[in-house]
Nanobody, 116 residues
Framework: VQLQASGGGSVQAGGFLRLSCAAS????????MAWFRQIPGKEREFLAR???????FYADFVKGRFTISRVNAKNTVYLQMNSLEPEDTAVYFC???????????WGQGTLVTVSS
């Protein structure tokens, strides 16, 4: 199983990015998908998840700014991030699991840097 995250980069505060995570080696439609991030020196934190059926759930601090979506035909999950702030600077990870809040597979991460 591979989860390949992409779309990270450098952006100014107030800008936006869309992260993608392409999955292979699994039956994508059977998996719940999620995004996490890790800020240097801090623990990994949950951002958003989307169930097999497309139901979404967000951490309070990203509600209204981030949107998770999936396209099963492309085996891909997305994270649209708007109104980015310097505090959003982190490595962003996608994850896949058959249990809604437990994730068996993780991507390698993509770095997002937001400058003020």
């Amino acid at each position: 199983v591979q989860l390949q995250a992409s779309g990270g980069g450098s952006v100014q505060a107030g800008g936006f990015l869309r992260l993608s995570c392409a999955a292979s080696g699994l039956t994508f439609r059977n998996y719940h998908m999620a995004w996490f991030r890790q800020i240097p020196g801090k623990e990994r934190e949950f951002l958003a998840r989307i169930s097999r059926s497309g139901i979404t759930f967000y951490a309070d601090f990203v509600k209204g700014r981030f949107t998770i979506s999936r396209v099963n035909a492309k085996n891909t999950v997305y994270l649209q991030m708007n109104s980015l702030e310097p505090e959003d600077t982190a490595v962003y990870f996608c994850a896949a699991g058959t249990i809604l809040t437990a994730y068996e597979y993780w991507g390698q991460g993509t770095l997002v840097t937001v400058s003020s």
